[in-house]
């Protein structure tokens, strides 16, 4: 300080500075792992006090029985039914398998760990910071998941004791997909503008028609098969295009989950 | 006299931690709680909102260094861009301490980064690449303006309470 005044500095500059430091100060405390985890739970703690006030306020705002209110029934009901298609052409697929791939071993084993929401990027950003890293067996590219097997992204980035996921939407996001029950890849969903996805490369012989369920089809990384990403709910075809287009509705909203599964490919 | 210069810097220090407190939890609500909201809601700038307060109430100096370090901690550039216009305008313009000149300085600058955030957004969709929709910004702006004028009316109270419990005295503001 006294080195300051010697420099004649002004007030607001001291203020300024000191501003510095203590920023720099509390970057260098994150750092310390026991401070990174009390910020930790203080940011989780934000995170569910915006979701639960955005999920109260969305509710304030959606009479009981407007349609809206009457959609988000039905969208739920398609949720819970979707769900059990998924898992029932899971088992499906699975004892397919296993009758016709007799002696196939299994190398990929998937490990799913629980994470929370430790913060967000900006909306048009479309990625969120989780708290398990490294240290717990994320990796990138691990598929992270909601609710039932609903994909919600895909890490991005880790480090020891966090990691980024990319959502589903973001439009850097591209991820190989395949119509439920169909066992062969038709097309490459990604993020455009809003919570829609767009499905694009899909072959002109492909029959695709709205309300149609797509899910994951495992060709891409550690990315496994049949996780939902939502139901057809328009097709594009313009017969000079060699590729039909598809929008696809997700089945969920990806700021009101707060707790995720990460599906580790090599636990620790 | 060395006793006063040296409550002065104490002073200066003080002010400085509780400014650099408030600019890290500011960051901290902006990839939190803010952005977990329902739409419109989740495109509220706090830290910008912040940043012309500081500016607007505190000076150049600090409101500058406010932006900044806000720009560096969320990744914003747009945060650098509204920092200079902001020091710009609030020297030349907005110099006066209402609730207009805030505003004021609100409107412009708040302007200022949606045009340019705007022309980026049109640029990258004309060139093929991950662009994205003008809505956001529309809103951001609007609430941009809402949150000065909260922030304005809340400052005012905060003071007059900490006032009346003397906390602070009348010649430091």
């Avoid at chain 2, 012309?52 to 932006?67: A, D, F, I, S």
Wanted: proline content about 3%; some cysteine.
């Amino acid at each position: 300080m006294k080195f300051l005044r010697s420099l004649r500095i002004d007030k607001g500059v001291r203020t300024a500075l000191m501003v510095v430091a203590a920023v720099l100060v509390i970057a260098v405390l994150r750092s310390v792992p026991v401070v990174g985890r009390a910020f930790a739970v203080v940011e989780r703690g934000l995170v569910i006090v915006g979701t639960s006030a955005g999920n109260v306020l969305s509710r304030v705002t959606t009479p009981e029985h407007s349609l809206t209110a009457q959609l988000a029934q039905c969208e739920d009901r398609l949720r819970d039914s979707t769900e059990r298609e998924a898992a029932l052409a899971d088992a499906e697929q699975r004892a397919y398998e296993l009758e016709t791939l007799l002696g196939y071993v299994q190398t990929a084993q998937t490990t799913a760990v629980t994470a929370h929401v430790l913060s967000r990027a900006l909306p048009e950003a479309a990625t969120v910071r989780i708290d398990r890293g490294a240290a717990q067996g994320v990796q990138e590219g691990d598929a992270v998941v909601v609710d039932e097997g609903h994909l919600f992204g895909t890490v991005v980035a880790v480090s020891e004791q966090s990691a980024d996921v990319r959502l589903l939407h973001s439009r850097e996001s591209h991820v190989p997909a395949m119509l439920l029950g169909r066992g062969r890849t038709i097309g490459l969903v990604s993020g455009q503008e809003g919570s829609l996805l767009h499905m694009e490369f899909i072959p002109q012989d492909a029959t695709i028609e709205e309300g149609q369920t797509v899910v994951t089809s495992g060709l891409e990384g550690a990315l496994p098969a049949n996780l939902v990403l939502g139901t057809v709910t328009s097709v594009l075809r313009e017969e000079t295009s060699p590729f039909i287009e598809a929008i696809i509705e997700p089945l969920y909203d990806s700021r009101a989950w707060t707790t995720v599964l990460v599906l580790v490919t090599s636990p620790v | 006299m060395d006793h006063g210069a040296r409550a002065g810097d104490l002073a200066s220090m003080i002010e400085g931690l509780f400014y650099g407190a408030g600019l890290w939890l500011t960051a901290m609500l902006s990839t939190t709680a803010v952005p977990s909201l329902i739409a419109p809601l989740c495109y509220a700038p706090l830290m910008l909102t912040t940043g012309l307060l500081v500016l607007h109430r505190e000076g150049v100096v600090p409101g500058v260094v406010w932006l900044v370090l806000g720009a560096v901690l969320l990744g914003e550039p747009s945060l650098v861009l509204a920092a200079a216009v902001g020091a710009v305008l609030v020297v030349r313009v907005f110099a006066a301490r209402s609730v207009y000149a805030l505003l004021g300085l609100g409107v412009a600058t708040g302007g200022v980064v949606a045009i340019a955030q705007g022309i980026v957004t049109m640029l990258r969709v004309l060139t093929g690449g991950a662009g994205g929709s003008l809505a956001p910004i529309a809103w951001r702006y609007v609430l941009l303006l809402v949150l000065l004028y909260c922030g304005y009316v809340l400052v005012h109270v905060l003071r007059r309470t900490l006032l009346r419990l003397f906390v602070i005295r009348q010649h430091e503001y």
